[in-house]
């Protein structure tokens, strides 16, 4: 079974980092395009990032240029890099892995940005 655990998430100030982890048990990780989404309260999930087996990325515009996706095969883990946070980052981040229409999800971490 499939398992993901995020962790890395907690409070800090505007203009702080953070840096996010995804755990992945089992053997799909190294062919799966692991993504990081997003959701505030009273919104649907956003995709935040994404990489694919291969290390090609892809950000959300709102994200771009502050935030960093990266992949550790050899640990079957993923991270995700977060810079010049701003309030309206603050959401529960989720990790996800896909591949081939097997589709997982994490519990999520919760990320506040606030002064």
């Known amino acids: 079974q499939v398992q993901l655990v995020e962790s890395g998430g907690g409070l800090v100030q505007p203009g702080g980092s953070l840096r996010l982890s995804c755990a992945v048990s089992g053997s799909i990780f190294k062919s799966a395009v692991m993504g990081w989404y997003r959701q505030l309260p009273g919104k649907e999930r956003e995709l935040v990032a994404y990489?694919?087996?291969?290390?090609?990325?892809n950000y959300a515009d709102s994200v771009k240029g502050r935030f960093t996706i990266s992949r550790d095969n050899a640990k079957n883990t993923g991270y995700l890099q977060m810079s010049s946070l701003k309030p309206e980052d603050t959401a529960v981040y989720y990790c996800?892995?896909?591949?081939?229409?097997?589709?997982?999800w994490g519990k999520g971490t919760l990320v506040t940005v606030s002064s």
């Open positions: 996800n892995v896909d591949r081939s229409g097997l589709n997982y």
């Open positions: 990489i694919t087996s291969r290390g090609s990325t």
